[in-house]
T-cell receptor, first 114, second 112 residues
């Protein structure tokens, strides 16, 4: 199993550009989520999905879109990048139905918006 | 809302020293509690967890006890190694909800 994979590892965008961060998992997990990690703020939940076709907002959803057309993939779209979106982005997945299942994290995407 | 307060870092210790990283929480329901670890350049990995009061989670020599009366889940290790250098995150989730609420993280550096 590859686990949770994310691409790209690094990305530099100019303000106003759009891009998609890719996330895939091969563990047949129903639950997937996106977090951003900023210095001194820990990880904050952006969007999450409890299964294909179902998504919902987390703590900091503004400026980001998601969709979940398959169990395996959960892309995160930045529609018009802003410097405030400079961060490290982590995708995670887990089994669902109880809060005690381990969440598996990808290696992260470091995004810089200039 | 739910929140996690973690000991401010960074923390620097000598090899074989005793480690404590404090974590307290506020939750609207009955939370499950977790410690995640992030090694340099990697994503987070689950270190240990506890799902009910007085449970002790343990892994790789680390331990944490779920204390409902003090709303705490402090991480301890009796003798740290250089390989324990990482960022440690305390987190909670509530009532069948997979969403995790994280603390701000504590960077730990162990010097030989």
């Amino acid at each position: 199993n590859a686990g949770v994979t994310q691409t790209p590892k690094f990305q530099v965008l100019k303000t106003g550009q759009s891009m998609t961060l890719q996330c895939a998992q091969d563990m047949n997990h129903e639950y997937m989520s996106w977090y951003r990690q900023d210095p001194g703020m820990g990880l904050r939940l952006i969007h999450y999905s409890v299964g294909a076709g179902i998504t919902d907002q987390g703590e900091v959803p503004n400026g980001y879109n998601v969709s979940r057309s398959t169990t395996e993939d959960f892309p995160l779209r930045l529609l018009s990048a802003a410097p405030s979106q400079t961060s490290v982005y982590f995708c995670a997945s887990s089994l669902t139905g109880t809060s005690t299942y381990e969440q598996y994290f990808g290696p992260g995407t470091r995004l810089t918006v200039t | 809302g739910d929140s996690v307060t973690q000991m401010e870092g960074p923390v620097t210790l000598s090899e074989e020293a005793f480690l404590t990283i404090n974590c307290t929480y506020t939750a609207t329901g009955y939370p499950s509690l977790f410690w995640y670890v992030q090694y340099p350049g990697e994503g987070l990995q689950l270190l240990l967890k506890a799902t009910k009061a007085d449970d002790k989670g343990s892994n790789k020599g680390f331990e944490a006890t779920y204390r409902k009366e003090t709303t705490s889940f402090h991480l301890e290790k009796g003798s740290v190694q250089v390989s324990d250098s990482a960022v440690y995150f305390c987190a909670l989730s509530v009532g069948g909800n997979e969403k995790l609420t994280f603390g701000t993280g504590t960077r730990l550096t162990i010097i030989p």
